[in-house]
């Protein structure tokens, strides 16, 4: 399994652009979500998603859409970036059932700048 | 979720034994104790998760307290690898975690 997997791996963008950051899991798990990570900071949760069909915001959703249409995608839109909004961007998920329900799995993360 | 209380930074020397405190005095009674790590620039990794008693695994032990108020995680023999920040987290019935700012944990030679 690769696991989670997050691209782009870093990016730079003006302020006004927009894009998408990609997550893909493919171990099958139904609770997927996106944090994003400011210097010397803990993670802040920003969208999460129980299956596909179903997100919810979560702390820091202003700036972001997300959508869940499959089980192994949850990709992250920026519409229109703000200096705000750079970070690191992880993506995590964690299985519905099973002896490590609780225990999420995070991608390598993707580094965002905006200028 | 209860909130933690873990010190900005600790040391340690290689080989040695690492004691990362944690404190969650309003942890109630259904919310577990979970700790992650995050070395420099990676994701975070989950180490291990506990609710009343202490835990094993190959990467450490986690002793709870029997008041529930405060834990411990132990890395048996620290390694340089093993430098990385140590989140402790109180989970309650959601789904969801609230990490806080952590422990940096610096293993020396």
């Known amino acids: 399994n690769a696991g989670v997997t997050q691209t782009p791996k870093f990016r730079i963008l003006k302020i006004g652009q927009s894009m998408t950051l990609q997550c893909t899991q493919d171990m099958n798990h139904n609770y997927m979500y996106w944090y994003r990570q400011d210097p010397g900071m803990g993670l802040k949760l920003i969208y999460y998603?129980?299956?596909?069909?179903?997100?919810d915001k979560g702390e820091v959703p202003n700036g972001y859409n997300v959508s869940r249409s499959t089980t192994e995608d949850f990709p992250l839109r920026l519409e229109l970036a703000a200096p705000s909004q750079t970070s690191v961007y992880f993506c995590?998920?964690?299985?519905?059932?099973?002896?490590?329900?609780?225990?999420?799995?995070f991608g390598p993360g993707t580094r965002l700048l905006v200028l | 979720d209860a909130k933690t209380t873990q010190p900005t930074s600790m040391d340690c020397a290689e080989g040695r034994a690492a004691n990362l405190p944690c404190n969650h005095s309003?942890?109630?009674?259904?919310?577990?104790v979970y700790w992650y790590r995050q070395i420099h620039s990676q994701g975070p990794q989950y180490i291990i998760h506990?609710?009343?008693n202490n835990e094993t695994n190959e990467m450490a032990s986690l002793i709870i307290t029997e008041d529930r108020k405060s834990s411990t995680l132990i890395l048996p023999h620290a390694t340089l690898r093993d430098t990385a920040v140590y989140y402790c987290i109180v989970r309650g019935s959601n789904y969801k975690l609230t990490f806080g700012k952590g422990t940096l944990l610096t293993v020396n030679p």
């Open positions: 998603s129980v299956g596909a069909g179903i997100t």
């Open positions: 506990g609710l009343k």
């Open positions: 309003t942890i109630s009674g259904n919310e577990y």
């Open positions: 995590a998920s964690r299985p519905t059932l099973g002896l490590f329900q609780e225990t999420q799995y």
